[in-house]
């Protein structure tokens, strides 16, 4: 069933029915396809283009072919090209001919953009619940370990002793970010571009936004030329989604090294671990690392659907067609990857001790030195050269700060009494941060409960 | 001046310095880190950390400064590595050892993510301006042409005559989408993360939501490690940049397209346009495939930033130095395409005639008939294979649609009767186009008064 | 039949299984981890590693396997999470428990390896073979039209005539660089791995030349760490195969401008162009945008890849697990775009008429006249300025160049006599352009001989 | 001095002058545009198109501008546009109007062409040489370390043992496939395009060949359109460059990872490292870490101008003008990346005992013992599971494998006596591995010798 068979003398060829058929991946809009169908003829026969006797025809013949498909009952064929045309087909063969009205001020342009809108939207929903799950269990596992320390890195060298639980917020507030991105590009993908048809509008007297409310949209496309060409809510998907999948990575390349024999931070579920084929002691992160890859590959869809859009002349174009399989990717790798970090962090056991020492090993309270020296008068400048001295001395004869004898510290400087020893327990110098965001337990505590707050009120509204 | 003077035995190497350095392009921050230092200095002494008089000999001591730096009259120094300890060198000089008090509380850390959020927050306001006036050059030319009829293209082939002013409203929705992602991108730039330090927050009693009022900010960071090592920001603006580059270069294509002597639809302003050094005749599109190629530097950029953070454990690393040098070409990139598309559409002549012309020539009017048969009864798939035969029969004699004789009208359906030739005139396909959105008369000038009032809307608001 | 069964006390979540395993794509690999796995044992064999009848044993297992896998009658099973374990399970079934020596000696990381290299030297066969039926497709063309006039551009605007041959042998040239490309990584990908095991080789006494030998590798690894992480050869045909898309989507962009009513230049074979669903008239490039369009794809799958290896530690990681699915897309999407193109190529129209008609109008022999005053002894600037006055001249008027009065031309130089009006014609101005790779048709057809006689060769040397 | 000042009536605007100039950084091309213009010159007398004297003049007079320029005795003049236009002012303004023969029979498009090429080739032979250097200071710490035992990682977990030599050699390798690359890219660079002309080659009798011989080109360009529309060489070199920047930033997160705390297996030359603005004791890899980060932007670069030349007609197009930055970045950047990796390689120290430890701890000769069952008769999976549970029983209790009792040995084994022991040290486990292109200490002294062969060779043969 060819729609623009009474053109074409000839048929089409194999060949090029199978480079350009789309069923093969867009068959996963069946449901998206079904039901704009549905909002579609009800709205036609709203506006008396048809009758509503044809539209309730369609509209239940359309519900049986949903469920044909959920049951696997129906035939894709290559030679109907799309989603489309094989339901219109299937509409065909169950109502008769006045499936042929189903089309009526309507296009594939307008009816593609929908169906594609229809489903970013609900799987938006879907991937802003996988990143609250992420988002629970970094705040479960920081519940536990507001008191935890450990080493807080830049540069991957110790810097100083931060509270676990400040360091798994850190994600959660990336998250949020996450979270707010989302919302906006589904603020942006709730439009309804149906009505807009080839390009241009149409002389029918349709009604779009009775077709928009139907399908629960909050806005109606106002430029029918923009309505069919526009993708950028695919573009702004794959870049939020790639966001997602960088704070992913990065917690992932994390736990990769914490869970090294020279870090062991942590003890990882078995279940999310991989053995060796030939080395019978391995026990590998696997799920960390593929989560690690498939940010490449989600930075590679946004990559490649921008290249597609770049210089393409208005309005529709088959290079759009290429949005589909780059999108279905990207939110199935989204979603699997959500899903497989909500359960590692929740089944992650922490080694707080290996943590705690490895914090008290690399001179991390040394800033809180320089800091007592600044409150004793000094600037900072020359306060952080007199510590940094401290540090080569103790460095050099491989003792820790506090091991310092009370003359050496004299010697730096008269200030440096004994009062200023107990700065150098990493439990003090974690203690001190009070400054609002800070790793002290105090205010930790303080972020802990709003950001349960906050994921309660997402969860609620959702 | 190297900071950690106190710690290393050795001078560092000229070839790691040159290799590290980053004043040779990060001094274009110079306006963010003295605003920034000011602000801070001040709540030092609000907060009792320094003196009164020590916040004001170095609020000003930096105001001098910048004056010297807005006159040329400093000298940038490698070997102080950054624009953060160049300038904190220019005011030892200025100010004496109180200088040193300056970093109290601070880390270039917190202090280099300020800089650049403040610098952001800066340009993407010019860059929104930029927007805008593309956006009204392209109301203007829409004014202009509310009844110009051109042809409406699918897949370059012409589909359905449209009005050239609906065509351009098409791209000022884009735009208009563009100016909300980069308000999104804006208020999540719009958060100060200075008194995060290092990365842990400090012991001193500062106050961070102070400097963010200060420097006019709208949050405050809520977690000390996320605040040093987001650069979330700088994606999403590369993101949002890429999207306005896109567009652009869709409108580059079609004005590259439109001034081809095949299409002769435009005539571009002679200074817009470049001769070739060896063919006389020519007057080449220049900056329009300027403004093409410009995008995929911008893309690359965002995929390059991408790359840089997948994978990096937290919090600060290096290789977030290299958020600048790309930043700061997609900004100067997005500015000057964004002018010269606002001159170059402000200053095009459309050649009317030869749009009509084209529009009349491409059977663009087939799908009206079809509607007309559908108004009739038929199925729209019944009606769309009539109307197909129709303008095969047309083609393959040479002739337009209004063309065909009477009885050839007839011999595919009887209900094409003379009345239906009205219908194939382009003026009257376009002005049946009275659906929500579309390219009927109606419709546009509605559209634009919505579009003129947005636009001042949001020139008032800035 | 997890393979380290022996530690792990619990069984591996079914979350996890799920997210891990690959045998959803990878058993596309089965030919090549067959062909592997056989010249594995007999080397094994050979090196007295295992015995000659358990080699046989395997071998035929394997041979059985094959023939099972082909006639669709295994099953995979994700619990054994790939290719190799799938396979090994399958013949354990099959030969009892002397299928556990399969795997003497090897590792996942070295198979897995030589099964990805096995598979790219045969796609990269295949792809030869495909660019050159575009080549040949793109001679044929050339053959034909070595006398057909079309205006050459640049920057979208006639600049002067040239054969549509020529035209067509920039792409040659383009793909026969692709050819050599293409060998270069094919070379690079002929390098076996088998043998560097899980990463550092092995204590049996096992024969990588042998197994490479059998499986007629041109190379064999040469440093056992490098062999199981190194995926440059991915990279470098994602690169390649970039490069190849690129100029398909030149070509595309050029058939799809020439296809529009205002260019006109190609009637496209309806087999490879597709209607409207809406409006009857149309016969849109369909195909050609399909290839434009999957180039960024596949420009995107090369960016993923790099961005996943970027900054992967030594030796094998799970991310390089990754490299499949991108691969295995880039690789059908070149063979099916190539095959493609050869079609559209092949039985594309070039409507000469047209062509000659458009090279006429756009003043493009301006230069001829140019180079003719040079001859007279004019500086090429001077005589470049004058002819851009005569062009300004006749196209105020709307006249062509060889419309312009006697007195006209001589107003502008007196050297512009009679005789120099015949180098105003397309046709002499072609022929004129005599110099090496010119497009002058004694050029053209030398060009075109050594580009067959370049094609003969390389399909007889493969 | 604009060229085609003989047809535009008016002035070109500033605005248009800024935005289209590109001799704010295609002055850097100004040799090779010297040395092309020289040869084309001389060849153009050779020929007979000029006189000698009139090459001489030129010759002479752009020696001199060369001198100029690097004495910084010249002004680039933004409305002379491009290096070409301002040389050619220079050249006038020292020879007077025999100048204006320079650009007899030639065009922008190929000298831009040719001046590109010669850049290209010339930075690549630097950048072979900057990689010979990272290979040769691979070599020496080769060479010190062929029996420093290393922990060899897959996942980044404890694999088996190796030696640190083998594990520098898999650099060493890699970068040998660059230095591959880099010729085969080379190879096609070293093309020239010049003759081409403006796309159709010209009527003047030029000898390219001649040109070509005089530049030490060892190709010719066969297809004028194509010589000036190609810009395969330019994504060819990215593609390269990205890998070779891949396998630095591979490279540079092991020495991340190593000259952490938690690893301690180097110690980084001060030189190379950086201090903390607030932290006294901190020492960071900035610049292993700049490597990395630099790879994401040149992975960028590639991507953008895959970009750009995606769906582009021929022939020359303004879109092109974009390759040249992105070009200059990547080259720098790759030679700087090269030169600081070659100077940090060589400075480094191991500290061989930390990795020597760490080696023995992580059940590293687990596999040893499954090889020795295998040779006891035992197929691999089953002596894969028996060593597995001997794994899990040493670790429940904290123990080495070789601290295990007889009694547990036998317990699992009887196979497992007393002289399986010696299999159990790292030493004996390295020194087993003496498969080809293994660990073993023979195997990494062959290999190590042969690299060092290649590379003097290599360094001869340039």
């Known amino acids: 069933m060819k729609l623009w068979g009474g053109r074409f003398g000839t048929a089409g060829g194999r060949a090029a ?5 789309s069923i093969g991946f867009d068959w996963r809009l069946y449901r998206e396809d079904i039901e704009g169908s549905q909002a579609h003829v009800r709205m036609l026969a709203i506006q008396g283009i048809i009758t509503r006797e044809e539209s309730d025809l369609m509209v239940a013949g359309l519900e049986e072919i ?4 959920e049951r696997c009952q129906v035939e894709w064929r290559r030679e109907d090209e799309d989603i489309h045309m094989n339901i219109e087909r ?3 063969a169950k109502v008769g001919p ?6 009526t001020a309507r ?3 307008d009816q593609v953009a929908l169906d594609l809108r229809l489903f970013l939207r609900r799987r938006i929903d879907e991937l802003a619940t996988g990143v609250a799950h992420v ?8 519940g536990d370990h507001i008191h935890t320390i450990m080493p807080g890195y830049t540069h991957l060298q110790v810097g100083q002793p931060v509270s676990l639980a400040h360091h798994l917020l850190a994600y959660f507030d990336m998250l949020e970010r996450d979270q ?10 709730d439009v309804s571009p149906l009505g807009a048809c080839a390009l241009g509008g149409t002389s029918f007297p349709i009604d779009p936004e009775e077709v928009a409310a139907q399908l629960d949209f909050k806005g109606v496309f106002s430029n029918s030329i923009d309505a069919v060409s526009d993708r950028d809510f695919v573009v702004e998907f794959l870049a939020s989604g790639s966001l997602v999948m960088v704070h992913l990575s990065r917690l992932a390349e994390e736990l990769v090294l914490w869970s090294s024999q020279e870090f062991g931070f942590v003890e990882l579920d078995e279940a999310w671990t991989g053995g060796s084929s030939i080395m019978p002691q391995k026990k590998n992160p696997d799920s960390l690392e593929l989560v690690r890859g498939k940010t490449g590959r989600v930075i590679g869809h946004l990559t490649g659907m921008l290249t597609v859009l ?9 290079d759009l067609q290429e949005d589909k399989e780059a999108l279905f990717a990207a939110c199935d790798t989204l979603e699997e990857c959500l899903s497989a970090m909500a359960q590692i962090i929740a089944t992650t056991i922490f080694c707080t001790e290996r943590m705690a020492r490895a914090a008290e090993k690399g001179y991390s309270t040394a800033t809180e030195l320089a800091d007592f020296l600044v409150g004793q008068g000094l600037t900072f400048r020359d306060a952080h050269a007199m510590v940094g001295s401290l540090v080569a001395l103790a460095e050099s004869s491989g003792r820790s700060l506090d091991q310092l004898e009370k003359e050496e510290l004299w010697g730096v400087s008269p200030l440096l009494g004994e009062e200023c020893r107990r700065l150098l327990s990493v439990q003090a110098a974690v203690k001190q941060k009070r400054s609002r965001g800070g790793t002290g337990p105090t205010q930790v505590t303080q972020a802990l409960a709003q950001a349960q707050l906050r994921l309660e009120q997402r969860v609620r509204s959702t």
Do not use: W
């Open 17 to 21: 029915e199978r480079f350009t058929a």
């Open 66 to 69: 949903r469920q044909d498909i």
């Open 90 to 92: 299937m509409l065909l």
């Open 98 to 103: 006045v499936a042929g009205k189903m089309h």
């Open 107 to 109: 296009s594939r342009n």
């Open 135 to 142: 988002q629970s269990a970094l705040l479960a596992q920081a």
């Open 180 to 189: 707010e991105r989302l919302a906006d590009c589904r603020r942006r993908t």
């Open 310 to 318: 770049k210089g393409l002349p208005l309005a529709y174009n088959s």
